[in-house]
């Protein structure tokens, strides 16, 4: 069954280094999305991108986000200069839409970010 | 406003026995999903109800929708030790033009063997 895949599984960075989470949509998929979920608390939506371009985001996604689908089947989520309130479990997800199923979303297993 | 609300927060029970949980939300919705998370673990997605519809079957999943109160609810029917995760409800808000999804805090659920 296809699936979203994400790398790395836990990435380790220092305050102010710029991290790059790398996902891989299911390949039929139309629309992508990065959540986040720190330690404890909701799963809190980031970002939707469309047609290249993004469709909507958060207040959480402010000018130090930004996301790119650099070739057919990679979708990344760029933070420049990290902090420490950036820990927390990113994930990717994707969704078709189609009439079949029009919204339902797919999610990775995630990458754990943890900034020191 | 919270979206999709969670209750119980935490729920222990006997392998074999029926877990049921709930959800409410406030503001109109086009679709309700159920997913499932093991500890530390990624989201997996169990079951998507729309707005039109008001129960809908998987497997030994039961999930009922009333938009009048604006809730939802999942019942897990002769459960297992490996049902043991955390369930949270998302919504998606109406209107179209947003895939955006509005998680609860979840429901912790143990199902002892």
């Known amino acids: 069954e296809p699936e979203v895949t994400q790398t790395p599984s836990h990435q380790v960075t220092q305050m102010g280094q710029e991290v790059i989470l790398r996902c891989v949509p299911i390949?039929?998929?139309?629309?992508f999305y990065w959540y986040r979920q720190i330690l404890g608390q909701k799963v809190e939506f980031l970002v939707s991108f469309y047609n290249n371009e993004i469709s909507e985001k958060s207040e959480i996604f402010d000018d130090q986000f930004s996301v790119e689908r650099p070739d057919g089947s990679n979708f990344t989520l760029k933070i420049r200069s990290t902090k420490l309130e950036d820990s927390a479990m990113y994930f990717c997800?994707?969704?078709?839409?189609?009439?079949?199923?029009?919204?339902?979303?797919?999610f990775g297993p995630g990458t754990r970010l943890t900034v020191t | 406003s919270q979206q999709g609300e969670e209750d119980p927060q935490a729920l222990s029970i006997q392998e074999g026995e029926n877990a049921t949980m709930n959800c409410s939300y406030k503001?109109?919705?086009?679709?309700l999903q159920w997913y499932r998370q093991n500890s530390g673990r990624g989201l997996v997605h169990l079951i998507l109800?729309?707005?039109n519809e008001r129960e809908k079957h998987s497997g030994r999943l039961r999930v009922t929708l009333d938009t009048s109160k604006k809730s939802s609810s999942l019942l897990i029917t002769a459960s297992r030790a490996a049902d043991t995760a955390s369930y949270f409800c998302?919504?998606?808000?109406w209107g179209g033009g947003s895939e955006k999804l509005v998680f609860g805090k979840g429901t912790k659920l143990t199902v002892n063997p």
């Open positions: 503001t109109s919705i086009n679709n």
């Open positions: 998302a919504t998606d808000a």
């Open positions: 109800i729309r707005s």
């Open positions: 390949s039929n998929h139309l629309y």
């Open positions: 997800a994707s969704s078709a839409p189609t009439l079949v199923s029009p919204d339902e979303q797919y």
